[in-house]
């Protein structure tokens, strides 16, 4: 079976609840039309159905505005610098608000504007939502805001919460659990992966891909195609003059650094802490 990318988890953690909300919103447009058309008859006068839909977009504009914000404060990281998380929480409402109550009274007025035969005034729109709506929307974004985050959540690499301080091995009869701090470099060997400590060597199925998901990036840094070294368990690197290096452990095993993994290992092994 083919697993899936971390992309397509990513954007169907985000498609997906964002296509029920969606729905959710239609639903509540046409009922608050339908409410409309109720109002009109029991208090005789003329139903518009154009102005009831222009007048009830606002519904429509609660996810967009919500993940706009978000993104906003997301790249600004002013909901970082805060601190609080209710602190982030009624800066994102009100935000959220204000930007709701501007666009809407922008879109109410723009689309009057071109498309009916009286324009409904900018500033006019703007003084009768404050007025009528504000609440809704204060409730609307305090609600939101208490929905986890999908680009702060989901756009971290999903294996770091898998990440594990040690490993369990099956030696024949015999299950084993090995510190990571005490694993010197991890070797492919199709369709097997070595794992080399500083008195022993264990074999275990599987592939080099899925035992580095488990690991720490920064800690266990690929030297080869075939090779993650223990960064924290390096000495020292030697130029071999064409380009690769020799990577001397504190053990005085020996191991080759590709010229093509030259320049991540060393911004590593330059801030890693001696293991």
Do not use: C
Request: no cysteine; proline share 3%.
């Amino acid at each position: 079976m083919v697993k899936s990318s971390p992309f397509f988890k990513f954007r169907n953690a985000v498609i997906k609840p964002a296509f029920k909300f969606s729905v959710a919103l239609v639903l509540i447009v046409l009922a608050t039309i339908f409410q409309d058309y109720l109002h009109a008859r029991y208090q005789s006068y003329s139903f518009f159905f154009s102005e009831s839909l222009l007048f009830n977009l606002h519904w429509i504009l609660i996810l967009p505005v919500a993940l706009l914000v978000r993104m906003a404060f997301r790249r600004s990281k002013i909901l970082s610098s805060l601190g609080s998380k209710w602190a982030s929480r009624v800066l994102f409402v009100l935000m959220a608000t204000v930007v709701h109550l501007f666009f809407f009274a922008f879109l109410v007025f723009s689309v009057s504007g071109l498309f009916y035969d009286h324009t409904f005034g900018f500033w006019e729109n703007v003084v009768y939502s404050v007025s009528n709506d504000l609440y809704k929307f204060l409730l609307i974004y305090a609600g939101v805001s208490l929905i986890p985050n999908p680009f702060t959540t989901i756009s971290q690499n999903p294996t770091v919460l898998d990440r594990v301080d040690f490993l369990i091995f099956q030696i024949g009869k015999k299950t084993e659990k090995i510190q990571i701090d005490a694993i010197l470099y991890i070797y492919s060997a199709t369709p097997y992966v070595e794992f080399f400590t500083a008195d022993k060597k264990y074999l275990q199925q599987g592939s080099l891909k899925s035992y580095s998901e488990k690991l720490d990036p920064s800690i266990f840094v690929r030297i080869h195609k075939s090779t993650l070294v223990n960064v924290r368990k390096v000495d020292s690197i030697h130029s071999r003059g064409n380009g690769d290096y020799d990577v001397l452990l504190s053990t005085g095993q020996q191991l080759r650094l590709s010229r093509n993994y030259v320049q991540d290992f060393r911004s590593k092994f330059e801030h890693a802490p001696s293991g």
